[in-house]
Structure formats: C-alpha cells, structure tokens
C-alpha cells in the first residue's frame, strides 16, 4: 500500500521560511512524479509543484516560481519543498501527491497546513 506521510507545516509570518517533507513508501518503481498541491479555504485545490524522478524535470506554479524549490532524495523516497518569502496568499493546506504513469494511478498524502500571517 502507497503511504505518504507529510511534515513541516506551521505558522510563520510573511517573509518567512518553511519546508516541508513528503516521504513515500509501499512501491518500488522508479518511474513516478512526485510534488505538492494546496488548497486555501474556499478555493480548489491547485498544483504547486512536481518533480519527475525519471528524468529529473521539475514544474512549478506561476505564483510560486522563484520563491519555491523542490527537491527529491530519491534513495528515501522522500520530496521536499523549501518554500522562502512566504506570503498571506500562500496560506492553504498542502499535500503530497504521488503519480504513476504506468498502471495510472496517483496518491495523496493527509495535507499539512501552512499558515502566513500578515
């Protein structure tokens, strides 16, 4: 069974620095993306970020880009996403989401909330 556990959200103020931790477990391929969504009362859920262990290729949102940076330990099975100048509209709970291409099918961590107060 896929796991995803997360880790590392918190309250900061704006300007401020946190990072947070997805580790996976319960597959051996090597062949996934793995990367974060967020979601802020109110508002559906949206893509942040994403990392393809295959190749090494890395996406980011718009609205992130440059203030955020994922990276994998591929060895752990473990995405982490540096999130720096943390802004009030960055405020959302996070999850971890993993996706196999082959068969397709994805998971989800249980979301760890950020907070950025003003």
């Known amino acids: 069974e896929v796991q995803l556990v997360e880790s590392g959200g918190g309250l900061v103020q704006a300007g401020g620095s946190l990072r947070l931790s997805c580790a996976a477990s319960?597959?051996?391929?090597?062949?996934?993306?793995i990367g974060w969504f967020r979601q802020a009362p109110g508002k559906e859920r949206e893509g942040v970020s994403c990392s393809s262990v295959a190749d090494g290729s890395t996406q980011y949102a718009a609205s992130v880009q440059s203030r955020f940076t994922i990276s994998t330990n591929n060895a752990k099975n473990t995405v982490y996403l540096q999130m720096n100048s943390l802004k009030p509209e960055d405020t959302a709970v996070y999850y971890c989401?993993?996706?196999?291409?082959?068969?397709?099918?994805?998971?989800w961590g249980q979301g760890t909330q950020v907070t950025v107060s003003s």
């Open positions: 319960g597959f051996t391929s090597n062949d996934y993306a």
């Open positions: 989401n993993v996706y196999f291409p082959i068969p397709k099918r994805d998971y």
